[in-house]
């Protein structure tokens, strides 16, 4: 394993910068109703229509929590073979904002749900274990919506109360490569369990990313910066490029780096100090006098524990050792639940290795291109599974295949039904093919003379004669076979 | 019946039960002797026409099953009722009517008692004396000019003047036993955890609770046994067996060990009270109970941490009063400016001045010098009261340092404000109950209170002592009407 192909330096002059790169992931737990109240979480609603006396903070209102939260952020922790605190305590986070209706965000400071875990990623050069510091659970805050008065700032409640959970990692990241393979990974584990959708466009995934510089080589951290709220893979990317190259510039013109809270600005490509250290709020964190310190019980943890599926990692493991696939195509295949329980479904009835070439291939390749999920596929499980086996079992060549394929990608239609109906089916009745043979042969014969005295290269000429005469459907073959009988 | 508003509770629901008093007659009667007493400030909303309407109502079907049948009832403004204005005593809720109702009220009136109206108090209940209200000054009935203790100053200066028979009030640090002691009423703060805290405008949470105010222990023992109940909407809430306080209710109290904690003897303490504080040990050797000297080492801390807890958990319980949603709201050039003019006109000064203080000891460099040590000293105040419960069923020490003092008086030296609290607030911190009655008068004829504290979860023993003594004290308040003209 070479592990400087893929390392990620940048230089300048003589000198070598290594990026250390942290990320603090906030997930929206999937659930129907909030953290502390029975409001729905449903995204898209009207403003302000998702909002209970106790989200929109009335005096006199208390929080209580979301048992069916608290087993998924347990979960979401053991997915991440993460160490669950069995007792932890809910604080209050102070600070005044118009779409924060208490004046303080419920979270979880010093005693979290979830401790230390780690996260494996799949690089090209191997793998690489990701730290997980903590997970814990908080409540998201309202929206200011600044753009449709010139004057007034409009604010919708529906999201104030929304669980998160904050995932923070160690500064284990040295790559927006890693980056990428990192938020990927979390969600598609998130995605098994059913914690959060990772949808990124509706919020449900956001992510603070902390980044330093060091000279390579050294074991001191640089000083950070925190770049907040980024809500895309492409930016954190883009981010991080661009802060870990603002500071290495600093650094090479002598100066130092500020820590400091920063702003990606997507339309410039750029980050922009937001506050520095000395304008930090001072949060004011103290327990939540309103709640008690959240306590789990082991049983609790364990019939958790059983309702956990099999999870990325130990399916890629399940694949590569029982289907013998390879490490690249097991990692592609459980990249979400979805796309493994539908190659499962696939290979129920039909080859493995064809099943896999057909979905990494053709199938993904199509769903791309009509920019379409796997649950969205025309093509549904069972139908691929046919396909194989009619290419399989001779019925059809894989050339001919990729026609019905396309057939079936137009919806989803049964590939014996299309074969038949379009009079696809492959021959392979040896002595009808002997008399298409014998008909091109015949009507070629000063070129049949000439390879019968050494001009070999011409039998490709008859084969691909005898396949335009057939249409394409003749058993390649048997063609092969029954062209060196008779030339 | 000309003398309604001098029956108890007790008599009340007796008489309307028996079908003597309509509860239209109660309620009128009521409201009538309110109406009249407008001078004691003690209401901020009155709602007298529609509590005569539900009377009238009540009396149409009367179900005499219930607790409080028709029971015309004023409570604290600091209970959120439903579609009736709930200020807390500030102006920044001065325009805020709630379309909810607290848990402790819905259950009052799931007992067929009637709203009245809302009872003055201290801004957001932080203070002694009732002077702190938005809505002014509450006049004590004992005398002209004389503070009827707080937070809850409307409530007991209502139920002493008989403008109800019976109240709520809130208590955080005193707030219902300090007032209650300055009236010559009953009052009980139970343990933390026994009422819920729903619709209740938060003060502090850990030490806020509700409880009864009453003109006697009977009274006080029923009213506690209609609002205490478990609540799944307060995750502070305990469902622990509750007893049927007012059934239960008995003098006999022999053998009942009471202590007496020596750190109670505070320097300066008026000699009036420490006679009276005798007298009430007197009193309980003749209910046959056994007094022994217990210690309580940790007292001498309980105020100034007191003054760092609850200052801490207000100015975190009282951000949501920004302007934004609902409540007062001063024009500003931008949200800081807004925010800043809406709380700096909004909240009085008492109020700012305890958020200032629990800004600060909950801000980064001080929590651990302040707060931190603050929660640790609280564990120490209530390890001093599981010792001593291992020795007594209760403790026995004056309500408060002094009688009533004059409006005024005090308003200019907040910490000589602040002792007035300094044997109530133990016992919030500690959550435990406790209650004061009623034990003789000072020099001027104003009344002092003795205050019971009993173990967690054990109202039902400390009214038993209460209303045992009671008995021997055989209290009278002397009330004038002064300010009926």
């Given at each position: 394993?070479?592990?400087?192909?893929?390392?990620?330096?940048?230089?300048?002059?003589?000198?070598?910068?290594?990026?250390?790169?942290?990320?603090?992931?906030?997930?929206?737990?999937?659930?129907?109703?909030?953290?502390?109240?029975?409001?729905?979480?449903?995204?898209?609603?009207?403003?302000?229509?998702?909002?209970?006396?106790?989200?929109?903070?009335?005096?006199?209102?208390?929080?209580?929590?979301?048992?069916?939260?608290?087993?998924?952020?347990?979960?979401?922790?053991?997915?991440?073979?993460?160490?669950?605190?069995?007792?932890?305590?809910?604080?209050?986070?102070?600070?005044?904002?118009?779409?924060?209706?208490?004046?303080?965000?419920?979270?979880?400071?010093?005693?979290?749900?979830?401790?230390?875990?780690?996260?494996?990623?799949?690089?090209?050069?191997?793998?690489?274990?990701?730290?997980?510091?903590?997970?814990?659970?908080?409540?998201?805050?309202?929206?200011?919506?600044?753009?449709?008065?010139?004057?007034?700032?409009?604010?919708?409640?529906?999201?104030?109360?929304?669980?998160?959970?904050?995932?923070?990692?160690?500064?284990?990241?040295?790559?927006?490569?890693?980056?990428?393979?990192?938020?990927?990974?979390?969600?598609?584990?998130?995605?098994?369990?059913?914690?959060?959708?990772?949808?990124?466009?509706?919020?449900?995934?956001?992510?603070?990313?902390?980044?330093?510089?060091?000279?390579?080589?050294?074991?001191?951290?640089?000083?950070?910066?925190?770049?907040?709220?980024?809500?895309?893979?492409?930016?954190?990317?883009?981010?991080?490029?661009?802060?870990?190259?603002?500071?290495?510039?600093?650094?090479?013109?002598?100066?130092?780096?500020?820590?400091?809270?920063?702003?990606?600005?997507?339309?410039?490509?750029?980050?922009?100090?937001?506050?520095?250290?000395?304008?930090?709020?001072?949060?004011?964190?103290?327990?939540?006098?309103?709640?008690?310190?959240?306590?789990?019980?082991?049983?609790?943890?364990?019939?958790?524990?059983?309702?956990?599926?099999?999870?990325?990692?130990?399916?890629?493991?399940?694949?590569?050792?029982?289907?013998?696939?390879?490490?690249?195509?097991?990692?592609?295949?459980?990249?979400?639940?979805?796309?493994?329980?539908?190659?499962?479904?696939?290979?129920?009835?039909?080859?493995?290795?064809?099943?896999?070439?057909?979905?990494?291939?053709?199938?993904?390749?199509?769903?791309?291109?009509?920019?379409?999920?796997?649950?969205?596929?025309?093509?549904?499980?069972?139908?691929?599974?046919?396909?194989?086996?009619?290419?399989?079992?001779?019925?059809?060549?894989?050339?001919?295949?990729?026609?019905?394929?396309?057939?079936?990608?137009?919806?989803?239609?049964?590939?014996?039904?299309?074969?038949?109906?379009?009079?696809?089916?492959?021959?392979?009745?040896?002595?009808?093919?002997?008399?298409?043979?014998?008909?091109?042969?015949?009507?070629?014969?000063?070129?049949?003379?000439?390879?019968?005295?050494?001009?070999?290269?011409?039998?490709?000429?008859?084969?691909?004669?005898?396949?335009?005469?057939?249409?394409?459907?003749?058993?390649?073959?048997?063609?092969?076979?029954?062209?060196?009988?008779?030339? | 019946?000309?003398?309604?508003?001098?029956?108890?509770?007790?008599?009340?629901?007796?008489?309307?039960?028996?079908?003597?008093?309509?509860?239209?007659?109660?309620?009128?009667?009521?409201?009538?002797r309110?109406?009249k007493s407008k001078e004691l400030n003690a209401?901020?909303?009155?709602?007298?026409?529609?509590?005569?309407?539900?009377?009238?109502?009540?009396?149409?079907?009367?179900?005499?099953?219930?607790?409080?049948?028709?029971?015309?009832?004023?409570?604290?403004?600091?209970?959120?009722?439903?579609?009736?204005?709930?200020?807390?005593?500030?102006?920044?809720?001065?325009?805020?009517?709630?379309?909810?109702?607290?848990?402790?009220?819905?259950?009052?009136?799931?007992?067929?008692?009637?709203?009245?109206?809302?009872?003055?108090?201290?801004?957001?209940?932080?203070?002694?004396?009732?002077?702190?209200?938005?809505?002014?000054?509450?006049q004590n009935p004992i005398d002209k000019d004389l503070?009827p203790?707080?937070?809850?100053?409307?409530?007991?200066s209502?139920?002493a003047a008989q403008l109800?028979?019976?109240?709520?009030?809130?208590?955080?640090?005193?707030?219902?036993?300090?007032?209650?002691?300055?009236t010559?009423?009953?009052?009980?703060?139970?343990?933390?955890?026994?009422?819920?805290?729903?619709?209740?405008?938060?003060?502090?949470?850990?030490?806020?609770?509700?409880?009864?105010?009453?003109?006697?222990?009977?009274?006080?023992?029923?009213?506690?046994?209609?609002?205490?109940?478990?609540?799944?909407?307060?995750?502070?809430?305990?469902?622990?067996?509750?007893?049927?306080?007012?059934?239960?209710?008995?003098?006999?109290?022999?053998?009942?060990?009471?202590?007496?904690?020596?750190?109670?003897?505070?320097?300066?303490?008026?000699?009036?009270?420490?006679?009276?504080?005798?007298?009430?040990?007197?009193?309980?050797?003749?209910?046959?109970?056994?007094?022994?000297?217990?210690?309580?080492?940790?007292?001498?801390?309980?105020?100034?941490?007191?003054?760092?807890?609850?200052?801490?958990?207000?100015?975190?319980?009282?951000?949501?009063?920004?302007?934004?949603?609902?409540?007062?709201?001063?024009?500003?050039?931008?949200?800081?400016?807004?925010?800043?003019?809406?709380?700096?006109?909004?909240?009085?000064?008492?109020?700012?001045?305890?958020?200032?203080?629990?800004?600060?000891?909950?801000?980064?460099?001080?929590?651990?010098?302040?707060?931190?040590?603050?929660?640790?000293?609280?564990?120490?105040?209530?390890?001093?009261?599981?010792?001593?419960?291992?020795?007594?069923?209760?403790?026995?020490?004056?309500?408060?340092?002094?009688?009533a003092?004059?409006?005024?008086?005090?308003?200019?030296?907040?910490?000589?404000?602040?002792?007035?609290?300094?044997?109530?607030?133990?016992?919030?911190?500690?959550?435990?109950?406790?209650?004061?009655?009623?034990?003789?008068?000072?020099?001027k004829g104003y009344?002092?209170?003795?205050?019971?504290?009993?173990?967690?979860?054990?109202?039902?023993?400390?009214?038993?002592?209460?209303?045992?003594?009671?008995?021997?004290?055989?209290?009278?308040n002397k009330i004038t009407d002064w300010w009926i003209k």
């Amino acid at each position: 394993m070479s592990k400087d192909k893929s390392e990620y330096l940048i230089n300048r002059k003589d000198n070598q910068y290594e990026v250390v790169i942290g990320l603090e992931v906030h997930a929206q737990v999937t659930s129907e109703s909030k953290l502390f109240s029975t409001s729905s979480t449903k995204f898209g609603a009207e403003p302000n229509t998702q909002v209970s006396l106790v989200d929109a903070a009335l005096p006199g209102m208390l929080p209580v929590i979301n048992e069916y939260c608290v087993k998924q952020a347990i979960k979401t922790g053991i997915g991440l073979k993460a160490k669950i605190n069995k007792r932890s305590v809910f604080d209050r986070k102070n600070y005044f904002y118009a779409d924060l209706p208490q004046g303080y965000q419920i979270s979880q400071f010093k005693d979290p749900i979830v401790g230390e875990g780690k996260v494996i990623l799949d690089m090209p050069d191997g793998q690489k274990e990701v730290g997980i510091e903590r997970l814990h659970l908080e409540q998201d805050a309202g929206k200011s919506i600044h753009d449709l008065d010139p004057k007034n700032t409009f604010v919708d409640l529906n999201r104030s109360g929304v669980a998160l959970m904050e995932i923070v990692s160690k500064p284990d990241l040295r790559s927006p490569d890693e980056v990428n393979a990192y938020v990927k990974k979390l969600r598609s584990i998130m995605r098994y369990l059913g914690t959060c959708d990772g949808n990124m466009q509706e919020g449900s995934l956001r992510a603070d990313v902390n980044v330093s510089v060091r000279k390579k080589g050294s074991k001191e951290f640089g000083t950070r910066c925190e770049i907040k709220n980024v809500n895309s893979i492409k930016f954190m990317q883009m981010a991080i490029e661009y802060e870990a190259n603002r500071q290495v510039d600093l650094i090479e013109d002598g100066q130092s780096i500020d820590q400091e809270t920063r702003l990606f600005d997507t339309k410039k490509n750029e980050t922009r100090s937001m506050r520095s250290k000395e304008d930090a709020h001072d949060y004011r964190y103290f327990p939540d006098p309103d709640l008690l310190p959240l306590e789990v019980s082991d049983d609790f943890i364990e019939k958790l524990k059983l309702e956990i599926p099999e999870l990325p990692d130990e399916k890629k493991k399940r694949f590569i050792e029982k289907f013998k696939l390879s490490p690249y195509e097991a990692t592609i295949l459980v990249s979400d639940n979805e796309t493994s329980n539908y190659f499962e479904n696939v290979i129920k009835k039909s080859d493995v290795k064809l099943a896999t070439n057909w979905i990494i291939g053709e199938l993904f390749a199509a769903l791309n291109e009509k920019n379409l999920e796997i649950t969205q596929s025309p093509i549904s499980a069972g139908n691929l599974s046919k396909l194989i086996n009619l290419i399989k079992d001779g019925t059809i060549s894989g050339k001919i295949a990729k026609t019905v394929f396309e057939h079936m990608m137009e919806g989803d239609k049964d590939p014996k039904k299309i074969v038949e109906e379009k009079g696809l089916k492959q021959e392979s009745d040896p002595k009808a093919l002997e008399a298409l043979i014998d008909k091109v042969i015949d009507d070629n014969r000063e070129k049949a003379t000439e390879y019968k005295s050494g001009k070999v290269k011409l039998f490709g000429f008859f084969v691909g004669q005898v396949m335009k005469v057939s249409g394409g459907k003749a058993n390649p073959q048997l063609v092969n076979e029954i062209l060196k009988k008779k030339l | 019946m000309s003398d309604i508003t001098k029956q108890s509770l007790s008599e009340l629901i007796k008489n309307i039960k028996d079908k003597k008093l309509s509860s239209t007659e109660v309620t009128k009667a009521f409201v009538e002797r309110s109406e009249k007493s407008k001078e004691l400030n003690a209401y901020v909303t009155e709602d007298f026409s529609a509590a005569i309407d539900k009377a009238k109502k009540f009396d149409e079907n009367p179900n005499l099953d219930l607790k409080l049948p028709g029971i015309p009832m004023a409570v604290k403004d600091l209970f959120c009722t439903k579609n009736v204005k709930t200020t807390a005593g500030s102006k920044i809720l001065n325009n805020f009517t709630p379309t909810y109702e607290s848990t402790v009220t819905q259950n009052i009136w799931n007992e067929g008692a009637i709203l009245l109206g809302k009872l003055n108090c201290d801004e957001f209940a932080m203070g002694s004396s009732n002077e702190t209200s938005f809505f002014g000054c509450v006049q004590n009935p004992i005398d002209k000019d004389l503070v009827p203790g707080g937070s809850s100053g409307g409530s007991s200066s209502a139920v002493a003047a008989q403008l109800t028979p019976i109240t709520i009030g809130t208590d955080t640090g005193g707030s219902i036993r300090q007032p209650a002691s300055f009236t010559g009423i009953v009052g009980l703060k139970p343990t933390y955890g026994s009422c819920s805290r729903y619709g209740i405008v938060a003060f502090a949470s850990s030490l806020d609770q509700a409880g009864p105010m009453a003109q006697n222990v009977r009274d006080c023992a029923l009213l506690h046994e209609v609002i205490s109940s478990y609540d799944e909407k307060d995750s502070t809430s305990i469902d622990f067996k509750r007893n049927n306080y007012f059934k239960e209710l008995t003098n006999n109290i022999k053998g009942k060990k009471i202590g007496i904690p020596k750190e109670y003897r505070v320097d300066g303490m008026p000699k009036e009270i420490e006679d009276l504080w005798k007298k009430g040990i007197d009193y309980v050797k003749d209910c046959g109970a056994e007094i022994i000297d217990i210690s309580l080492p940790h007292t001498n801390y309980a105020l100034p941490t007191y003054y760092i807890v609850a200052p801490a958990e207000a100015s975190s319980n009282l951000a949501r009063y920004d302007g934004v949603k609902y409540g007062f709201r001063a024009d500003g050039e931008n949200l800081i400016d807004m925010y800043e003019k809406t709380r700096s006109e909004g909240f009085g000064a008492e109020v700012q001045r305890r958020i200032m203080i629990g800004t600060y000891v909950l801000s980064s460099g001080y929590y651990d010098a302040y707060y931190l040590k603050a929660q640790k000293v609280r564990k120490l105040i209530k390890n001093d009261f599981d010792e001593a419960y291992k020795k007594v069923d209760a403790i026995l020490t004056p309500s408060t340092p002094s009688s009533a003092f004059k409006i005024g008086e005090k308003t200019n030296d907040p910490v000589s404000m602040y002792l007035n609290d300094i044997f109530t607030v133990p016992v919030n911190l500690a959550g435990l109950p406790g209650i004061s009655i009623p034990a003789g008068h000072d020099a001027k004829g104003y009344p002092l209170g003795l205050q019971i504290i009993g173990k967690a979860f054990d109202e039902q023993n400390l009214l038993n002592i209460a209303y045992a003594m009671e008995e021997k004290i055989n209290f009278k308040n002397k009330i004038t009407d002064w300010w009926i003209k």
